[in-house]
């Protein structure tokens, strides 16, 4: 099992810059694939970034692709999602998932079987 806690968000301006970071507990880190999911308000939660163990495979979202880079530090057991070029549709509540079970469900919330509290992110326009 492990925990995860996400830091970093807060108020960012449209084509400014923010780095989220996700702290995970345990030693398992290595052996998970990552994820990024976020939630605005009234919408379902969405696939933003996903990445392998070892950090050599990443996939995005149509939405975030060339702006936001997922990457990992397994030896600090630490995930991180660079935004870039932010804009206001992409705020919402951005959630760290850990353990990608399912290759079909693979962009879902359910293909991922351990989630953080989630980090506010606003980008003002």
């Known amino acids: 099992q492990v925990q995860l806690v996400e830091s970093g968000g807060g108020l960012v301006q449209a084509g400014g810059s923010l780095r989220l970071s996700c702290a995970a507990s345990g030693r398992t880190f290595s052996t998970y694939d990552m994820g990024w999911f976020r939630q605005a308000p009234g919408e379902e939660r969405e696939f933003v970034a996903a990445?392998?163990?070892?950090?050599?495979?990443?996939d995005y979202a149509d939405s975030v692709k060339g702006r936001f880079t997922i990457s990992r530090d397994n030896a600090k057991n630490t995930l991180y999602l660079q935004m870039s070029s932010p804009k206001p549709e992409d705020t919402a509540v951005y959630y760290c998932a850990a353990d990608r079970t399912s290759y079909t469900n693979r962009y879902s919330p359910s293909g991922f079987r351990y989630w953080g509290q989630g980090t506010q992110v606003t980008v003002s326009s």
């Open positions: 990445i392998s163990r070892s950090g050599g495979t990443t």
